[in-house]
């Protein structure tokens, strides 16, 4: 009995760990499309200031994809599980909550 609660519990990890991923790699992929490629470096400086708001915008990316797992998360919990239950389109709705959450908190987080 516990070797089957177990293997749940290590399942939901998995797909939240997943949903994780799939939040970061949506927020960079939002990022690329919403801000364009990096500019060429013709200067230090500039070269320097790439890297700066390159940085920024992984830590920018990996934050909203916390808040994107931690929403999914409660949205899973409390909604999805009941009504994609015996869905056979479940992991494409998933993904499709997952790109939605990632665009609606990088478009928010650049007006701000």
Known sequence: MSKSIATIILKQLVLYSFCLVMGFVCCNSTKYVIIGSEPENHSDFMKVMNWILS?????????????????????DVFF??????????????????????????????LMW
Do not use: C, Q
């Not at 920018?60 to 998360?73: D, E, G, N, P």
């Open 80 to 109: 999805l599980r009941k009504k994609l239950k015996n869905k056979t389109h479940a992991l494409l709705i998933r993904f499709s909550i997952i790109l939605a959450l990632a665009i609606a908190l990088f478009s928010g987080n």
């Open 55 to 75: 940085i920024a915008l992984i830590h920018l990316s990996l934050l909203t994809s916390a808040v994107i797992a931690i929403l999914y998360f409660l949205a």
